[in-house]
């Protein structure tokens, strides 16, 4: 083992999220974190990419705009070199990013690219996966090593998908539900990790 | 090669027949026990392919208290939903409009990634690609469904939509160019329409054309409606006077007399009917268009011309054909579609959510709920809370040589041959009573290369998982349970970080504790519900030379896997009702705990540990 640097690796939140030092977290005030999220080093989250016009919904209520790029719920784990940017498209003939949202128990591999509109709870996401602008996925969804989500493609619940671009190539199983919960992998990491339970 | 993870296969026991549909009386598992131990069972055999599933994948009956499946259970359709929309769709339309999404979704007909509609008059900015909120987008038709992966247009089959929305009702009336294609319906319309039957028949007329060939092209459902009508006359009219190809009807196929005839031979004769022998006036086949007829076009000289203008690229793959749905194309029985450019858009097959049910007592062991937004379960019997969970380690003791500690204790390293190597096993009982787990594996696994296998405590007791079922007792909130159960888990952790240094080996300084619990008949390590034992094997020498073997000295495909052939048997003693609620309410209310029932549930599982280096 070697030794800790001096002010450990990770800021760890009140609300329990290990953030590592060496992330690159831009436009921090439009990143939301439910808590209990893990930021490995070298993960970039583009918070900067902000909507630039307000849905018309919003704006006639009056409410203050909501600033917010990218949502990231409870338990979410973000391998290092990671990249999470909100999509961008042309809209009423004018350039704009909307929010990129996370649910809860959502796992993103070491060197994934992420720029869907939702990416729901309980999701897997593997290594080198590029998942498209304004990707949908649903829950309990795995996505394997080296895939290619087009954009715009959804993905349904309980779907396993792979290659390039993305096809279905299975169902998770009835037993495979609990396989998704980040709980023991968030104790893993942080300034005082915890060794895997057997 | 890839690494190899360490795994657990179960095999489901509908692999063998004699087992399924076994009653699951008392008597009958101890009954069948001498027979299964006899057997070894061979997890390279080709069979065990169809019957070895991750822990995950298997459900398990309560009431057969058996194992179940993906291959054994009975699925049922709850809900048909579109993957793309997520639109239910119901059964009624299924029935009408076939297994397919009819609302706009569709699929690259190049690469099946998903197509968006798009204005055509805008460049094919994927900015663009507005599929969401065509009605707040200022553009306007022709619209086309585009690709936002390999950026195919629809424009390049000469496929323009008006209108964005309906896009399925549109497509089915469009041919690839551009052309209209008539719906059944219109085709139907037409057919009856004198007035175009004078106008098709003057064209052919004037066409000066007496052969067939000049006949109208028929497209595959006009021809199919046009024969299906023809031949149904045809047998609703046993005397018509053969007037078309004779030579045929000497065969007798053609004549509707041939079906009774061929019965009479099949029952003996008696069904014979003399009269009808006597009327033999046979069906004459298909003479024009309307009746069916289409000459094949044997001339392939465009399909030829093409092929050299573009190319094998120009050509569709096979797996593109087959994603093709053959009465959208332009498919005839004759000529199939060869090039890209008779390739359409498909519309997104649907999927469906599926209850199960066991095999044998015809209980339902899964049923998720019929909408399509929750993944939610109403039944969910997975056999991971019945039956213990088996986790495999890497284990490295030694000190004694410092070039083994590399070895196995890397994950996905390979075997030495003709090393003992050490792999520790943690079981975790799932239940809320104590087990007890015999183990049984063969001392050489089975095929050319064996291995020796040593279990060093094939026999052993975990405790039960009550700790949690009481405090879920106690608070029946869901929200407390899952406080409980973190806290517990942090607990785990911490003693687990500061008591048992032992499971941490990676250390090498814990050697001399290591190699004291290294002993036949004794457990490794346990815990609240689990327990660890070690297995040793010692892999082969994968040299093919000596081996006086069957096939030849060719290593066979993953012949280099070491793999375990293991019988596990879990007894335990449960309430005599079974069912856990019931137990429940019988602790609670002070009831008498006397009617405990014997269990025995024991199935064959392979252990993957690894690949042996290839000497
Ligand atoms: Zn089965
Ligand atoms: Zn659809
Ligand atoms: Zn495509
Ligand atoms: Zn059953």
Redesign the interface.
């Known amino acids: 083992m070697s030794r800790r640097p001096p002010r450990g690796e990770y800021i760890e939140t009140d609300t329990g999220n290990k953030v590592a030092r060496k992330a690159t977290l831009v436009g921090t005030q439009n990143i939301m974190l439910g808590g209990k999220t893990v930021i490995q080093p070298e993960v970039m989250i583009r918070g900067d990419l902000i909507r630039t016009i307000q849905a018309?919904s919003q704006s006639a209520s009056g409410a203050p705009p909501n600033n917010t790029a990218v949502s990231i719920g409870r338990y979410c784990f973000l391998s290092r070199g990671c990249c999470l940017r909100p999509p961008?498209?042309?809209?009423?003939?004018t350039?704009t990013y909307m929010p990129l949202r996370m649910g809860d128990h959502v796992f993103v591999g070491p060197g994934s690219v992420i720029q869907a509109a939702s990416v729901g709870s309980h999701v897997h996401i593997g290594t080198n996966v590029v998942v498209?602008?304004?990707a949908i996925i649903?829950?309990?969804v795995r996505i394997l090593d080296g895939t290619?989500v087009?954009?715009?493609?959804?993905?349904?619940?309980?779907?396993i998908v792979a290659g390039q671009?993305a096809?279905?190539i299975g169902e998770v199983?009835?037993?495979?539900?609990?396989?998704f919960e980040l709980?023991?992998l968030y104790?893993t990491v942080g300034n005082n990790p915890?060794?895997a339970?057997? | 090669m890839a690494a190899l993870t360490p795994y657990t296969y179960i095999q489901c026991p509908c692999s063998d027949s004699s087992t399924l549909g076994r009653s699951s009386g008392p008597n009958s598992p101890t009954g069948s026990e001498g027979d299964e131990d006899d057997r070894t069972f061979d997890p390279r055999a080709p069979r065990s392919n169809y019957s070895l599933y991750p822990?995950?994948?298997?459900?398990y009956c309560e009431d057969c208290h058996q194992i179940r499946c993906?291959r054994c259970v009975s699925e049922e359709i709850v809900t048909y939903?579109c993957?793309?929309?997520?639109f239910e769709v119901p059964s009624s339309t299924i029935k009408s409009e076939g297994n397919r999404c009819t609302r706009s979704c569709f699929q690259c007909p190049i690469?099946?990634?998903?197509l968006?509609v798009t204005s055509v008059e805008t460049k094919p900015?994927?900015?663009?690609?507005?599929?969401?909120?065509n009605t707040?987008?200022?553009h306007s038709g022709p619209y086309a469904l585009t690709?936002?992966?390999?950026n195919w247009s629809s424009t390049e089959v000469g496929i323009k939509f008006d209108k964005p929305n309906s896009i399925h009702a549109q497509l089915a009336k469009l041919r690839n160019g551009g052309t209209t294609r008539l719906t059944a319906k219109e085709r139907k319309e037409r057919r009856k329409d004198p007035s175009y039957r004078s106008q098709a028949a003057a064209t052919t007329g004037s066409e000066g054309g007496a052969g067939p060939g000049k006949e109208e092209k028929l497209d595959l459902e006009t021809q199919f409606a046009n024969l299906k009508s023809f031949y149904q006359r045809q047998l609703a009219d046993p005397n018509s006077a053969d007037t078309g190809l004779a030579s045929l009807s000497d065969l007798g196929f053609s004549s509707p007399t041939s079906l009774s005839r061929i019965m009479s031979i099949y029952t003996g004769g008696s069904l014979q009917d003399k009269k009808a022998k006597s009327r033999v006036g046979a069906m004459r086949e298909a003479l024009e268009s309307d009746e069916g007829l289409q000459i094949a076009d044997l001339d392939e000289s465009a399909a030829i011309d093409k092929l050299q203008t573009d190319g094998h690229d120009g050509t569709a793959s096979t797996a593109q054909l087959l994603d093709q749905i053959p009465n959208l194309g332009e498919a005839h029985l004759h000529g199939r579609s060869r090039f890209l450019s008779e390739l359409r858009p498909i519309p997104y097959l649907l999927?469906a959510k599926r209850s199960?049910r066991c095999p044998v007592c015809r209980h339902i062991i899964?049923k998720p709920e019929a909408k399509?937004q929750t993944?939610r379960?109403r039944i969910?019997l997975?056999?991971?809370s019945y039956i213990p969970s088996l986790?495999i380690?890497p284990l490295s003791l030694s000190s004694a040589s410092s070039t083994s500690s590399s070895g196995a204790s890397v994950p996905g390293a390979l075997l030495e041959p003709l090393k003992p190597t050490h792999f520790l096993l943690?079981f975790r009982n799932p239940i809320f009573d104590t087990i007890k787990v015999t183990l049984g594996a063969p001392a050489k696994t089975p095929g050319r290369f064996p291995s020796k296998v040593t279990v060093l405590c094939p026999e052993f007791e975990i405790d039960a998982n009550t700790d949690v079922w009481d405090e879920a007792l106690k608070d029946s909130g869901e929200r407390e349970r899952e406080r409980e159960r973190?806290r517990r888990?942090?607990r785990?952790?911490?003693e687990?970080?500061t008591t048992t240094s032992s499971?941490?080996n990676h250390n090498n300084n814990n050697n001399n504790n290591a190699q004291n619990q290294l002993e036949v008949g004794k457990i490794w390590?346990r815990?609240r519900n689990?327990v660890?034992i070690v297995v040793e094997v010692v892999p082969p020498s994968l040299k093919l030379g000596d081996s006086t073997g069957d096939g030849g000295g060719v290593l066979r495909e993953d012949e280099d896997v070491l793999e375990i052939p293991m019988f596990v048997r879990v007894e335990w003693e449960s309430e005599g009702g079974g069912d856990e609620v019931a137990v429940a309410a019988r602790d609670t209310s002070g009831g008498s705990k006397e009617a405990r029932e014997k269990r025995e549930l024991a199935y064959w599982c392979v252990l993957g540990l690894g690949r042996i280096r290839r000497s």
Not at chain 1, 173 to 179: D, L, M, N, R, T
Not at chain 2, 83 to 86: A, E, Q, R, S, V
Request: with cysteine; aromatic share 10%; hydrophobic share 30%.
């Open positions: 018309s961008g498209r042309l809209y009423k003939g350039f498209g602008e304004f649903k829950d309990y290619v087009p954009p715009n493609m959804v993905i349904p619940s309980l779907s671009p096809r279905l199983p009835e037993g495979g539900h609990e396989a709980r023991d104790k915890q060794p339970p057997s | 822990l995950e994948y298997l459900l993906p939903y993957p793309n929309c997520l690469c099946i990634g998903p968006a900015d994927p900015g663009l690609l507005a599929a969401t909120d707040a987008a200022p690709c936002s992966y390999c999927r199960k899964s399509i993944t379960f969910r997975v056999a991971g986790a380690r943690t973190e888990a942090r785990g952790g911490f687990e970080s499971s941490n390590e815990g689990w660890s």
